[in-house]
DNA sequence: GTCTATAATCAGATAGAC
DNA sequence: GTCTATCTGATTATAGAC
């Protein structure tokens, strides 16, 4: 694997990276459209375009494949995060934040991880750039709660961490799929919908 | 595999019977424990402890094992569903049925089977039981939320299939397991926090 | 029906030439 | 670094004796 941090890139080191970016979002795709477990190495090679052998020059391992697809979404994470203007409300930031993770799935692009299994728990606790990024993803995010508890506009009575699990959790949930499949709404319609029940609640208020 | 609506069961078929209730409850926990595609069809003989090949004279695939164990949920699903008193409001009952969902999940009886796998689709939708365990379910369910609806109780603006859908996926919510993980929160504690994040969302009233 | 033993397949990972 | 070819182990499924 090659480090991102190369002061000056060489010819050949950028089309190493090239190449790895491509590896990285072929992982991204299947993983997102299958699953971990489901994903074959044989596949993300054909999908690349080099035999599997060449795979593992890159990434020692499946479960390093994984990682360094986790590590690129926390990178398109962070991106979204500075994107959002400050002046706009920590409860309006938030809501942005859920609506760019669950775009993202419905556009098969939220690589879905086992959060049972163990030999890739380990990559991604062993990857500092992924852990890295959680943490900052983490935090900010904790700092956008707290400040719209704050506020009066999330519940007090929720610990920032309730809050923050309800919203990664929308990047996994299954109410996007099922709607999709349903086939009666827009993503733009299914984004409001679960956007709707997940900040207001099933009960009318 | 046999058939559990013999009129007359004989010694011998009950303790088949008996058998086939053991191994779908070891299909049961592995499935929540593990989920679908790290279960092994050896860890199962292991567990009930007989020989891999005799589990093929009652089940004739893996996909079989998990569709059983299905059947099995929507059996206690609908036990569930006749236990709740009828002069219930049906928000309340709705409710219920949530917290039990979300209970069983706590306490490894959930199995977690991967919508994608095409193999176990056409699996439980070639099983008629489950299939018709599912779509009693979901009518009833389908009911109480109309009913809560009409009462008032349930937002008017959600179709009823997103109000099913947000209770069906309670049962994969990987925020239980984040709260689990935690340790500061009992399972009652757990259950009460989802179940005010789902019905009353996160946002303050 | 249950068992031991084995087939058949598939997937993760590697050897070694270039 | 990339390739072809192969190894290794795990897993689903079955044969055949009892």
Chains 1, 2 share one sequence.
């Not at 020692?60 to 400050?86: H, N």
Request: hydrophobic share 50%; charged share 20%.
């Amino acid at each position: 694997m090659v480090t991102s941090a190369a002061p000056k890139a060489s010819f050949k080191e950028k089309m190493l990276q090239v190449r790895e970016d491509a590896i990285i979002l072929a992982v991204n795709r299947l993983l997102a459209e299958k699953g971990f477990e489901a994903m074959t190495v044989d596949a993300v090679a054909a999908e690349v375009g080099i035999a599997k052998a060449s795979l593992y020059k890159h990434f020692p391992s499946k479960e390093d494949l994984a990682a360094a697809a986790m590590v690129a979404v926390m990178g398109r994470a962070q991106a979204f995060l500075d994107s959002v203007p400050g002046d706009v409300p920590p409860l309006e930031r938030l809501r942005r934040v859920v609506a760019w993770t669950m775009r993202a799935k419905l556009d098969g692009e939220m690589p879905f991880l086992p959060s049972q299994h163990s030999g890739l728990r380990r990559a991604l606790l062993g990857n500092a750039q992924y852990v890295a990024g959680l943490a900052n993803v983490s935090a900010r995010l904790t700092g956008w709660i707290a400040a719209a508890q704050a506020q009066g506009a999330i519940h007090p009575g929720f610990a920032p961490n309730v809050v923050l699990y309800t919203l990664y959790a929308r990047a996994c949930d299954p109410v996007l799929e099922f709607l999709q499949m349903d086939g009666v709404y827009s993503d733009d319609e299914i984004v409001s919908l679960v956007l709707a029940t997940c900040f207001n609640g099933l009960a009318a208020r």
